[in-house]
């Protein structure tokens, strides 16, 4: 019976490169004539590890070269063989979420842990194959493993015919590869029963419907996946990551949309890393944990305010399983501790016409050693403003005192460069290797060129970028995009803990409020007509700031009283009401 399991990361392994199998040559099982460590049957005959010989004793991963062996044990709880593997020491599932007719159920865990993968199987794209990669049994087989449970019944279904399916991909980026026309064209392909103008009118599709899928924004794009999602005919809907590229008003609409398609017949599945979003949206949670790249496990069915809690606490209560060895806490965001804050840059009656959009800025002053958020819907200006900071656009009028030094991390990254994370980096890792390196776990990239990157790991590294120049004030355009949950209250951290050591000031442009009210001191907001016309406000103390921004998305948040992080109140609570009445849209 194995007792661990040994993952071995195809990418990286080059076994002739490393002393021809310098890990089968350093493992005591091999020395003492056994063959725990062997070529591999595929074309680069890559090192392979028998997990029932394996010892855990820790040397061929330390002693390779690339970074390419992980060795775990396995959590005591996992009696059972996993849902699916995809071959010898490849990732592995254990359990799935649980799909419940009538509500919208959520996952929420860090990435490479499964849950895109769990997703495709309750979408019938994977067949489970329980551990048996090289034999897959048949369905009736996976259906007995889940006996007993609401995963069996849903099987079930499947198999019968009785469950159809649509499902939004998390790569929404590839659908211009796949599909030529219109936005129009492509989601008229899926409308079935004539709800195309009913749904482009809730999504604000409208405007663009003519216009060629490969012409699109992000976010666009984005609402068009989810248009394409719920036009399909089905009773079982997937949604994975449906808030990416969207502003805070986009993902109000967006959830509002996903929560109105379900009945007492369809279920709605979704994997959300904006935790107010995901709250917002979902009845009930299933929380994913395990070991990034190696294994995933699914929690049972929780309520949303108990999963997320538990989430963030790193403990299962039911299942009495720790799985992080601290808890993510949420503090009241501090005002400026400085009694006489002292200026680093001002900006005096700026306007920039770039094309048909105009934005005005009437006054402003960042501090030095703070950080500063902003707020304000996609098309208004917030990137225009950064870049004008940056020296990168000429305003038609106005000016900017201050003559700082400035770093720079774009809303959308370059990735098709050939150069090597190790090159990009040299100054991160000569200045910043235990501040930076280390913390956003960028060792293991090191010899990948950037081109080969996922959207996640290219942020982490442009992140460490940015922070790692030598500058005054520095300027990140949405750094929480393609991040998880815990990366994203890493960033946070980060920017918290360079602001005081470096006497350095931040501002950060996001979309996601719970990130923004766990970093910023102070919050500049963005107002007018997204292509048209924005207005630039503050920069305000954050309940000022967060006053005004809520008040226009006429939403109001409170804190948990468990976790103390923001949720948003049920429209027309008691909650909800009550901050309204007092003209209170943020909590105090």
């Known amino acids: 019976m194995r007792k661990r399991i040994a993952v071995i990361d195809r990418e990286k392994c080059h076994p002739h490169e490393c002393g021809n199998y310098l890990c089968a040559k350093l493992c005591p099982v091999n020395r003492a004539g056994a063959d725990c460590i062997y070529p591999g049957d595929d074309p680069g005959k890559k090192a392979r590890i028998d997990e029932v010989l394996c010892t855990g004793c820790g040397i061929c991963p330390n002693r390779c070269p690339f970074g390419a062996i992980t060795i775990i044990n396995l959590p005591e709880q996992l009696t059972k063989p996993p849902i699916h593997r995809y071959g010898e020491n490849t990732f592995e599932l254990f359990s799935l979420p649980t799909p419940l007719f009538g509500k919208?159920?959520?996952?929420?865990?860090?990435?490479?842990?499964?849950?895109?993968?769990?997703?495709?199987?309750?979408?019938?794209?994977?067949?489970?194959?329980?551990?048996?990669?090289?034999?897959?049994?048949?369905?009736?087989?996976?259906i007995q493993y889940f006996k007993g449970t609401e995963t069996q019944k849903f099987l079930e279904k499947l198999q019968q015919g009785d469950v159809t399916l649509s499902y939004k991909p998390q790569q929404v980026d590839l659908i211009p590869r796949q599909f030529q026309g219109s936005v129009r064209e492509l989601l008229q392909r899926v409308d079935h029963d004539g709800k195309l103008p009913a749904v482009a009118e809730m999504l604000h599709l409208t405007p663009f419907l003519d216009n060629s899928i490969t012409t699109v924004s992000g976010g666009e794009l984005q609402r068009v996946a989810i248009a394409a999602a719920a036009l399909k005919k089905a009773n079982v809907y997937f949604f994975d990551e449906p808030t990416s590229y969207l502003d805070i008003k986009q993902r109000l609409a967006s959830s509002h949309f996903i929560r109105s398609l379900v009945s007492e017949q369809v279920s709605v599945l979704v994997i959300e890393h904006d935790l107010i979003i995901l709250d917002f949206i979902t009845d009930f949670l299933n929380v994913m944990y395990g070991h990034e790249g190696v294994y995933g496990i699914v929690s049972g069915i929780k309520s949303?305010?108990?999963?997320?809690?538990?989430?963030?606490?790193?403990?299962?209560?039911?299942?009495?399983?720790?799985?992080?060895?601290?808890?993510?806490?949420?503090?009241?965001?501090?005002?400026?501790?400085?009694?006489?804050?002292?200026?680093?840059?001002?900006?005096?009656?700026?306007?920039?016409?770039?094309?048909?959009?105009?934005?005005?800025?009437?006054?402003?002053?960042?501090?030095?050693?703070?950080?500063?958020?902003?707020?304000?819907?996609?098309?208004?200006?917030?990137?225009?403003?950064?870049k004008f900071l940056a020296g990168m656009v000429?305003?038609?009028?106005?000016?900017?005192?201050?003559?700082?030094?400035?770093?720079?991390?774009?809303?959308?990254?370059?990735?098709g460069s050939s150069q090597t994370v190790a090159e990009f980096?040299?100054?991160?890792?000569?200045?910043?290797?235990?501040?930076?390196?280390?913390?956003?776990?960028?060792?293991?990239?090191?010899?990948?060129?950037?081109?080969?990157?996922?959207?996640?790991?290219?942020?982490?590294?442009?992140?460490?970028?940015?922070?790692?120049?030598?500058?005054?004030?520095?300027?990140?355009?949405?750094?929480?995009?393609?991040?998880?949950?815990?990366?994203?209250?890493?960033?946070?951290?980060?920017?918290?803990?360079?602001?005081?050591?470096?006497?350095?000031?931040?501002?950060?442009?996001?979309?996601?409020?719970m990130f923004l009210d766990s970093i910023a001191s102070r919050l500049m907001v963005f107002t007018g007509e997204p292509a048209t016309q924005g207005t630039l406000q503050g920069p305000f103390s954050m309940e000022e700031g967060m006053n005004l921004f809520l008040k226009n998305l006429n939403v109001t948040l409170r804190r948990d009283l468990q976790s103390h992080r923001p949720r948003i109140n049920k429209p027309g609570s008691v909650k909800d009401r009550e901050q309204r009445e007092n003209n209170q849209w943020y909590y105090s």
């Open 104 to 142: 919208v159920v959520g996952m929420v865990g860090r990435n490479g842990i499964g849950k895109s993968t769990a997703l495709k199987i309750l979408s019938n794209q994977i067949k489970p194959n329980l551990g048996k990669w090289d034999t897959p049994p048949e369905f009736k087989e996976v």
């Open 304 to 386: 949303s305010r108990e999963g997320i809690n538990a989430f963030l606490e790193g403990y299962l209560r039911e299942e009495n399983v720790r799985f992080r060895d601290h808890a993510i806490t949420f503090e009241k965001s501090l005002e400026s501790k400085k009694a006489i804050p002292a200026p680093l840059i001002s900006w005096k009656g700026v306007q920039l016409q770039l094309g048909k959009f105009q934005l005005q800025a009437a006054q402003g002053t960042l501090f030095k050693s703070e950080v500063v958020g902003v707020l304000g819907e996609n098309g208004i200006g917030k990137t225009s403003f950064m």
């Open 394 to 415: 000429k305003p038609t009028a106005g000016e900017v005192s201050g003559g700082v030094k400035i770093a720079y991390k774009p809303q959308y990254l370059e990735s």
């Open 425 to 513: 980096l040299v100054q991160a890792i000569e200045k910043y290797h235990h501040q930076l390196i280390e913390p956003l776990a960028l060792e293991g990239l090191m010899t990948r060129p950037l081109s080969k990157l996922s959207g996640g790991e290219l942020q982490r590294v442009a992140i460490a970028h940015c922070l790692s120049q030598t500058a005054d004030l520095f300027l990140l355009d949405e750094p929480s995009a393609h991040l998880d949950v815990e990366q994203r209250l890493l960033i946070s951290k980060l920017i918290r803990n360079l602001t005081e050591e470096r006497n350095s000031t931040i501002l950060v442009v996001d979309h996601d409020l």
